[in-house]
C-alpha cells in the first residue's frame, strides 16, 4: 500500500504557485505509483477561495490513478461540503464528526476541523479500526511540540486549533495519525501505543517562517518518511562577522547558497556582528553575490570596528577573555559584549 500524506497547501489565486505545488504533488504521487493521496486540512486558504478555484481543480483532480481524500481545515472548514464537486478523483471526508473511508488494505477515519476537543469523540473514534489493514486517522490539529511556537502552525495568532496530546492519543487504535496545521517542516511522533503521529508540513513556503526545502509524507507497507519537493521555499542563511574574517564568512555563504535553487528558494542573506575591514567593501560583495542569483536579497546588519580593535585598553581586556578557560560559546558571547561595550561608548563620543 502506498499513500502520500500532504496537508496546508492554502490555494489560494493570488498565489498561484500554490496550485504549481499542487500539480507537482500529485505528479510525484502517480510516478510514484500511489494507492492514495490525503490531504489533512487546509487544501485552500479560505473557504471564498474554495468557490473561485474549483472550477479550475476539476481539470487536474479527475482520472487520476488514485483517489484524493481531504479533510476540511480551520481555514476551509466550510469548503468541502455535500454538492461541491471537485473533480471525479476527488473524495471529501467532510461528514461530522468523522467519515470512513476504505481502500483494499487501508481505512481512513477522517475527522473534519471543529472547534473545541477531541477527547469526548475518541471513545468512538477507538471503536473504528479495522482488522488486517493499515488504519489511519486524519486530523487537522494543535499539537504542543517542544521547540515550537504558535508561528509553526501559520499565521493564526495565539488560538489552539483541535489541541491534542500523546496523553489524549494513547491507546488510539490506529496504526498512523496523520494530521495537518504544523507548517514549517515533517515531523514525526511514536507513540507509546506504537501508532505514529505524523505532521507533513506544507508543500510550498506560505510564509518566510516555512523554511527549507518542501516535502510530503510518503508511506510504503505502513513505514512513514518525508519526500522533497521541487516547489517554491524560503532559506535564510544567517551569519556573523565578529570574530571571524571576512573572507571565510563568505565562502561559508557562497557554499551554502549554491545548495539552494534560485528558481524556487526565496534566499534571504543575513549578516550581522562586528567587522574589522571597510563596510563598503563587504556590503559591495555581498550584493555582488546576491546580483548572480534570482529571489536573492541582503540584510546588512553588520558594523565596521576597525579602529576600535586598536584600542590599547580593548586589547588588554580582549588578552584577558583569550586567556581564560571557558568554552567557547562564552567566550564568543563575552567577546560580543566587548565589542559592543567598545561600539557604544564610541557611538556616545566617551573615548
Same mark, same amino acid.
Given at each position: 500500500?502506498?499513500?502520500?500524506?500532504?496537508?496546508?497547501?492554502?490555494?489560494?489565486?493570488?498565489?498561484?504557485?500554490?496550485?504549481e505545488?499542487?500539480?507537482?504533488?500529485?505528479?510525484l504521487?502517480?510516478?510514484?505509483?500511489?494507492?492514495?493521496?490525503l490531504?489533512a486540512?487546509?487544501?485552500?486558504?479560505?473557504?471564498?477561495?474554495?468557490?473561485?478555484?474549483?472550477?479550475?481543480?476539476?481539470?487536474?483532480?479527475?482520472?487520476l490513478?488514485?483517489?484524493?481524500?481531504?479533510?476540511?481545515g480551520?481555514?476551509?472548514?466550510?469548503?468541502?461540503?455535500q454538492?461541491?464537486?471537485y473533480?471525479?478523483?476527488?473524495?471529501?471526508?467532510a461528514?461530522?464528526?468523522y467519515e470512513?473511508?476504505?481502500?483494499?488494505?487501508?481505512?481512513?477515519?477522517?475527522?473534519?476541523?471543529?472547534?473545541?476537543?477531541?477527547a469526548?469523540?475518541?471513545?468512538?473514534?477507538?471503536?473504528l479500526?479495522k482488522?488486517?489493514?493499515?488504519n489511519?486517522?486524519?486530523?487537522?490539529?494543535?499539537?504542543?511540540?517542544?521547540?515550537?511556537?504558535?508561528?509553526?502552525?501559520?499565521?493564526?495568532?495565539?488560538?489552539?486549533?483541535?489541541?491534542?496530546?500523546?496523553?489524549?492519543l494513547?491507546?488510539?487504535?490506529?496504526?498512523?495519525?496523520?494530521?495537518?496545521?504544523f507548517?514549517?517542516?515533517?515531523?514525526?511522533?511514536?507513540?507509546?501505543?506504537?501508532?505514529?503521529?505524523?505532521?507533513?508540513?506544507?508543500?510550498?513556503?506560505?510564509?518566510?517562517?516555512?523554511?527549507?526545502?518542501?516535502?510530503?509524507?510518503?508511506?510504503?507497507?505502513?513505514?512513514?518518511?518525508?519526500?522533497?519537493?521541487d516547489?517554491?521555499?524560503?532559506?535564510?542563511i544567517?551569519?556573523?562577522?565578529?570574530?571571524?574574517?571576512?573572507?571565510?564568512?563568505?565562502?561559508?555563504?557562497?557554499?551554502?547558497?549554491?545548495?539552494?535553487?534560485?528558481?524556487?528558494?526565496?534566499?534571504?542573506?543575513?549578516?550581522d556582528g562586528?567587522?574589522?575591514? #571597510?563596510?563598503? !567593501?563587504?556590503?559591495?560583495e555581498?550584493?555582488?553575490?546576491? &546580483?548572480?542569483?534570482n529571489?536573492? +536579497?541582503? $540584510?546588512? /546588519?553588520?558594523?565596521?570596528?576597525g #579602529?576600535?580593535? !586598536?584600542?590599547?585598553?580593548?586589547?588588554?581586556?580582549?588578552? &584577558?577573555l583569550?586567556?581564560?578557560? +571557558?568554552? $567557547?560559546? /562564552?567566550?564568543?558571547?563575552?567577546?560580543?559584549m566587548l565589542?559592543?561595550?567598545?561600539?557604544?561608548?564610541?557611538g556616545?563620543?566617551?573615548?
Amino acid at each position: 500500500m502506498k499513500i502520500l500524506h500532504t496537508a496546508d497547501v492554502h490555494l489560494h489565486q493570488d498565489h498561484p504557485r500554490r496550485l504549481e505545488a499542487l500539480k507537482k504533488v500529485l505528479q510525484l504521487a502517480t510516478e510514484k505509483g500511489a494507492d492514495l493521496v490525503l490531504i489533512a486540512g487546509d487544501l485552500f486558504d479560505n473557504d471564498n477561495q474554495a468557490q473561485q478555484l474549483r472550477p479550475q481543480l476539476r481539470s487536474f483532480l479527475s482520472d487520476l490513478p488514485f483517489p484524493v481524500l481531504a479533510i476540511p481545515g480551520n481555514h476551509d472548514q466550510h469548503a468541502l461540503g455535500q454538492g461541491t464537486h471537485y473533480g471525479k478523483s476527488f473524495k471529501p471526508l467532510a461528514n461530522k464528526p468523522y467519515e470512513i473511508f476504505d481502500h483494499d488494505q487501508c481505512r481512513v477515519v477522517g475527522v473534519p476541523y471543529f472547534e473545541g476537543s477531541l477527547a469526548p469523540l475518541l471513545p468512538e473514534l477507538r471503536q473504528l479500526p479495522k482488522e488486517g489493514v493499515l488504519n489511519i486517522l486524519m486530523l487537522h490539529c494543535t499539537w504542543a511540540l517542544p521547540n515550537f511556537t504558535d508561528r509553526d502552525y501559520g499565521d493564526e495568532g495565539h488560538g489552539r486549533y483541535l489541541p491534542v496530546t500523546e496523553q489524549l492519543l494513547k491507546e488510539n487504535g490506529f496504526d498512523l495519525v496523520l494530521a495537518g496545521h504544523f507548517h514549517t517542516t515533517y515531523i514525526v511522533r511514536e507513540l507509546p501505543c506504537g501508532s505514529r503521529f505524523v505532521y507533513s508540513g506544507s508543500p510550498i513556503s506560505i510564509t518566510s517562517r516555512e523554511q527549507g526545502r518542501r516535502s510530503v509524507n510518503w508511506i510504503e507497507d505502513g513505514q512513514c518518511q518525508p519526500l522533497e519537493l521541487d516547489t517554491d521555499y524560503h532559506q535564510t542563511i544567517a551569519r556573523s562577522l565578529t570574530g571571524r574574517q571576512w573572507e571565510e564568512v563568505l565562502a561559508e555563504i557562497e557554499k551554502n547558497a549554491a545548495d539552494h535553487p534560485d528558481y524556487i528558494c526565496q534566499l534571504l542573506i543575513q549578516v550581522d556582528g562586528y567587522a574589522p575591514g #571597510s563596510e563598503q !567593501d563587504i556590503h559591495r560583495e555581498l550584493e555582488k553575490l546576491a &546580483s548572480g542569483r534570482n529571489n536573492t +536579497t541582503v $540584510e546588512h /546588519l553588520y558594523r565596521g570596528v576597525g #579602529s576600535l580593535l !586598536d584600542d590599547k585598553l580593548y586589547k588588554r581586556i580582549k588578552q &584577558s577573555l583569550d586567556a581564560a578557560e +571557558t568554552d $567557547e560559546r /562564552l567566550a564568543q558571547q563575552a567577546h560580543n559584549m566587548l565589542l559592543e561595550a567598545f561600539v557604544r561608548q564610541a557611538g556616545e563620543g566617551n573615548r
